[in-house]
C-alpha cells in the first residue's frame, strides 16, 4: 500500500480518513510526496466525480519505483519524448498545456484539416511543437493511467475510461479554452436514466453553439466506435454510450474512414474482445454533430492500445503481468521506441517489437538506440514470425 507525506505527516492510501486528508490537501494546494522511492517524487490533489484522488505530476512518473501505481516510463521510451515541453507543456500547478495541429473552430462552414489526416505521419518530418489529432489521444490516455496494467486490477470498464479522461481534462486545455469545455467522452449509458443524460449532454453543447458573426466552435469526442452506416449524404456514425445521438460524415470523410479504419475494425472483430477508440472533432447542427476530422486506435479488453498484430500478440502474451505499454504520438509506427517496460521484473526491461516489413538498417538502428537506453532491452526481431518467451517476473511465477 502506497504511504505519502505532507509535510511531517505521513498517511497511506487505506487511511480511514484518506479523502479528508486530501480534501485539506487540495484545500490549501499542498503537494503530498510519495515515499516509494527515494526520490520522494511530489503528487498534486484532483478533484473528480465529487471524490478526490492522488495523482503523479506530470514528467515525475519515472521517478517512482517502478512497483508503485504512480510509476510512469521516461519520456524517451515513447513517442511523449518527442513532444514533451514543446507540444505539451506542464506548469507547477500540474495544469498542462497543448498546442494542437488540428483546429477546434472554424469559418464558412469548414475548417482546414490537419495536414497529412489521413496517412502515417512520419518521423523525420513530424512536427514536436503540435499534436496531431491521434497524437492528443494519445496524450489523454498516457495522462489517464490507461496504458497500465497490473494483474490485481482484474477488469477495466467504460466507467473507469470515463472518469480518468474527463480527470484529465479537468486540468489540461489549450491557451484558448479548457479541455473540460471542448473534449466529449460520454458517460456508461443507462436506459432508466436517458432523459436525465440528455439533458446533461445537451446543457453541455451549448458552449458549442455557432454564434453569428463568430467562427464555430469544434469539440472533442472520445468514445467507442458500435456502427457506421449509409444515410443519404453520407454516412451515420454510432458511439457505444451514446445510442440516441448521431454524428455524421460526408461522402469524402466517409471515403477516408474506410482507408483508415476498415483494418482496425476487422483487427477488433477478429479478436472478440477488444474495442475501436474514436478521437474527432465535430460541430454541432441542432441535435446531432457533424464529423470534421477523426482518427482512432485499437484496444485490447484490458483498453491497453496496440497497433498490429504483433503488437496485439505482446499484449495477450503480458495480460497477466504487470506493465506500461509505449504510444508513439506524432511518430510513425516504425520510430526507434519501445513498445512496452516491464514492470514485475525487479529491474524494468524494455520491450522492443519492430514492426512487420521493417528494413534491416531500420531494425540495426533499434538494437543500438534500445542497448544504449536506461533498461535492458528484449526484442522480438521482425523476421520472427513466432514471439521469444518473455522475461520471467521477479521471484518466478505470474
Known amino acids: 500500500m502506497s504511504s505519502y507525506r505532507i509535510n511531517d505527516f505521513e498517511f497511506s492510501a487505506d487511511a480511514p480518513n484518506f479523502q479528508t486528508i486530501l480534501e485539506r490537501a487540495h484545500s490549501q494546494k499542498l503537494r503530498p510526496a510519495c515515499l516509494c522511492s527515494p526520490a520522494h517524487p511530489k503528487m498534486y490533489v484532483a478533484l473528480i466525480g465529487g471524490e478526490y484522488y492522488l495523482k503523479r505530476m506530470p514528467g515525475t512518473g519515472h521517478a517512482h519505483d517502478p512497483g508503485c501505481a504512480s510509476f510512469d516510463p521516461p519520456p524517451e521510451l515513447s513517442g511523449l519524448g518527442h513532444v514533451a515541453?514543446?507540444?505539451?507543456?506542464?506548469?507547477?500547478?500540474?495544469?498542462?498545456?497543448?498546442?494542437?495541429?488540428?483546429?477546434?473552430?472554424?469559418?464558412?462552414?469548414?475548417?482546414?484539416?490537419?495536414p497529412g489526416g489521413d496517412t502515417e505521419a512520419s518521423s523525420a518530418v513530424a512536427n514536436p511543437k503540435k499534436l496531431s489529432l491521434l497524437g492528443t489521444l494519445h496524450y489523454l490516455w498516457d495522462a489517464a493511467g490507461l496504458t497500465k496494467w497490473r494483474p490485481q486490477w482484474q477488469r477495466r470498464n467504460w466507467w473507469i475510461i470515463h472518469r480518468e479522461l474527463t480527470g484529465v481534462a479537468q486540468n489540461t486545455g489549450t491557451k484558448a479554452q479548457p479541455f473540460a469545455s471542448v473534449l466529449m467522452v460520454p458517460p456508461v449509458y443507462n436506459h432508466e436514466r436517458r432523459d436525465e443524460l440528455a439533458l446533461e449532454r445537451r446543457s453541455w453543447l451549448r458552449g458549442l453553439a455557432p454564434q453569428r458573426g463568430k467562427p464555430v466552435p469544434l469539440g472533442i469526442v472520445v468514445a467507442e466506435f458500435k456502427s457506421i452506416e449509409?444515410?443519404?449524404?453520407?454516412?451515420?456514425?454510432?458511439?457505444?454510450?451514446?445510442?440516441?445521438?448521431?454524428?455524421?460524415?460526408?461522402?469524402?470523410l466517409a471515403a477516408r474512414f474506410d482507408r483508415l479504419f476498415a483494418d482496425k475494425i476487422h483487427a477488433i472483430e477478429a479478436a472478440g474482445d477488444g474495442h475501436l477508440i474514436l478521437i474527432a472533432t465535430f460541430s454541432i447542427r441542432n441535435n446531432y454533430a457533424e464529423i470534421r476530422e477523426i482518427a482512432g486506435m485499437t484496444v485490447n479488453e484490458h483498453w491497453i492500445p496496440f497497433d498490429g498484430d504483433r503488437e496485439h500478440q505482446l499484449v495477450e502474451a503480458l495480460k497477466d503481468?504487470?506493465?506500461?505499454?509505449?504510444?508513439?504520438?506524432?511518430?510513425?509506427?516504425?520510430?526507434?521506441?519501445a513498445n512496452a517496460l516491464l514492470l514485475d521484473t525487479g529491474a524494468p526491461i524494455a520491450l522492443y517489437v519492430p514492426p512487420d516489413g521493417l528494413s534491416?538498417?531500420?531494425?540495426?538502428?533499434?538494437?543500438?538506440i534500445a542497448e544504449d537506453g536506461v533498461y535492458q532491452p528484449w526484442?522480438?526481431?521482425?523476421?520472427?514470425?513466432?514471439?521469444?518467451?518473455l522475461p520471467a517476473p521477479a521471484g518466478g511465477g505470474h
Open 85 to 114: 515541453g514543446a507540444a505539451i507543456v506542464t506548469d507547477d500547478a500540474g495544469d498542462t498545456t497543448l498546442r494542437l495541429d488540428f483546429s477546434l473552430s472554424m469559418r464558412g462552414g469548414s475548417s482546414v484539416p490537419a
Open 230 to 252: 449509409p444515410s443519404q449524404y453520407g454516412r451515420k456514425l454510432k458511439m457505444k454510450h451514446l445510442p440516441d445521438f448521431a454524428f455524421f460524415m460526408d461522402d469524402d
Open 321 to 337: 503481468r504487470a506493465y506500461a505499454k509505449s504510444l508513439k504520438y506524432n511518430l510513425q509506427s516504425s520510430a526507434p521506441v
Open 360 to 368: 534491416a538498417d531500420d531494425e540495426e538502428t533499434l538494437h543500438d
Open 379 to 389: 526484442f522480438w526481431p521482425a523476421d520472427e514470425i513466432e514471439m521469444p518467451a
